[in-house]
């Protein structure tokens, strides 16, 4: 069993040994060819060493020798080497964070001085413009940043405007914040909220947590664009989970607000159904009142006819004045005629004021004193009430004055 156990790690150790050799070997011979075809001057070879020695694949990780292959590709015009080129220099080596690093670094920079005539802290940026105006939208947003924030070089807004939107139009997210910054402080271009909510959009769509912060704020403030808590929402809870820590205290804030917001949408529309609520009552009431009113009218019409009747009747079996008839007809009729005088005037809630006159009982018993014949009573009666509706009628018009 023993014996056999050892076979079997013997031979996974020879296979494993063997297939290590075997990648070894070829990356190694992939090297050799980068190797040999970038010392014949092939820029894209170059670059592939450099990037070979920059990670260690299939060679020793040389940071040295990466910058040297990336310059040789740089120099000829390689817009890739350039950016890496841009990087190095604006990261690690400019830093001088050791001592080898730091005398590399100056033998470098004695070397491409002595090519183009640059100074050590511009040499970021000379490869970064280099690879920016070949298009590469990422050297296009390092150039616009480091112009947007004087380092290694002079301070110009409205350069870093230009590099920022040749990099936000080929889609660079950050570049597309950035552009939106800018306008939003109105740096190297007019103040505009709704150019910079656009941009904030576009770089927001992609993504960019500071973007999605910043487009959030706007929806919620309205700046920009409409005002929609919604839409605030949305983008400062994409901000969150996007990883971006400043975003919680504006999305808690945004919460809160929304809550009362819907809170107070809530008592507005209670508001409204009660008020409603009312006028169909009142609608209700003063319908009934109207209503009462015909048959009032009606029932008074009809009466006025039997009382006619009636009195031509009186007049011819007992003989009665007609000229107190006539005027106890009269009074009851100037009685009813102030009588719809007063409901005109009054609403359908002020009417039950009126109803407290007890108008209607003082003209049942003139009515009942015109008919027994008792003119005189009815007239007294009709006096009364008439009276009374003038006194409101007054007291009414003066209030409204």
Not at 284 to 303: F, G
Not at 357 to 380: N, V
Request: one cysteine or more; a positive charge; proline letters at 1%.
């Amino acid at each position: 069993m023993k014996s056999a156990c050892f076979i079997f790690v013997f031979g996974f150790f020879v296979l494993f040994h063997g297939v290590y050799d075997s990648f070894s070997d070829t990356n190694k011979s992939g090297n050799e060819t980068y190797r040999n075809d970038a010392e014949r001057g092939d820029s894209n070879a170059q670059l592939m060493l450099g990037t070979m020695f920059q990670q260690g694949r299939g060679v020793a990780k040389d940071d040295q020798l990466a910058m040297y292959w990336f310059r040789k590709a740089a120099e000829q015009g390689n817009v890739d080497a350039q950016f890496n080129l841009g990087e190095l220099y604006s990261n690690h080596y400019a830093s001088g964070n050791d001592t080898e690093s730091r005398s590399w670094y100056n033998r470098l920079i004695n070397f491409a001085s002595s090519i183009v005539g640059i100074q050590d802290d511009k040499n970021s940026i000379y490869w970064y413009r280099k690879a920016a105006k070949q298009g590469h939208a990422i050297s296009q947003y390092k150039l616009a940043s480091v112009i947007a924030d004087g380092i290694g070089t002079q301070q110009d807004d409205k350069e870093a405007v230009f590099w920022f939107r040749k990099s936000a139009e080929q889609g660079d997210p950050n570049a597309q914040f950035m552009l939106g910054t800018m306008f939003q402080q109105g740096r190297g271009v007019p103040k505009d909220d709704q150019q910079a909510a656009s941009w904030f959009r576009k770089s927001a769509e992609q993504k960019n947590a500071f973007a999605q912060l910043k487009l959030g704020i706007m929806y919620g403030t309205g700046s920009g664009v409409p005002t929609d808590p919604q839409e605030s929402l949305y983008w400062l809870k994409q901000s969150v989970e996007n990883g971006n820590q400043d975003a919680i205290v504006w999305y808690r804030k945004a919460r809160e607000q929304e809550s009362v917001r819907k809170a107070q949408l809530q008592q507005t529309e209670e508001n409204k159904r009660m008020q409603q609520k009312r006028i169909e009552e009142n609608n209700s009431i003063q319908q009934k009142w109207i209503e009462e009113n015909k048959n009032m009218q009606k029932r008074q019409a009809e009466q006025q006819l039997a009382e006619s009747q009636r009195n031509r009747q009186l007049s011819r079996d007992r003989g009665i004045d007609d000229a107190r008839l006539k005027r106890s007809k009269w009074k009851l009729h100037e009685v009813d005629e102030l009588t719809g005088r007063c409901q005109n005037v009054f609403d359908a809630s002020n009417f039950h004021a009126l109803k407290k006159l007890h108008i209607d009982d003082d003209r049942k018993k003139a009515e009942e004193a015109f008919y027994s014949g008792d003119f005189e009573l009815s007239i007294q009666y009709s006096e009364k009430i008439i009276e009374k509706l003038k006194r409101t009628l007054k007291e009414r018009q003066e209030f409204k004055r």
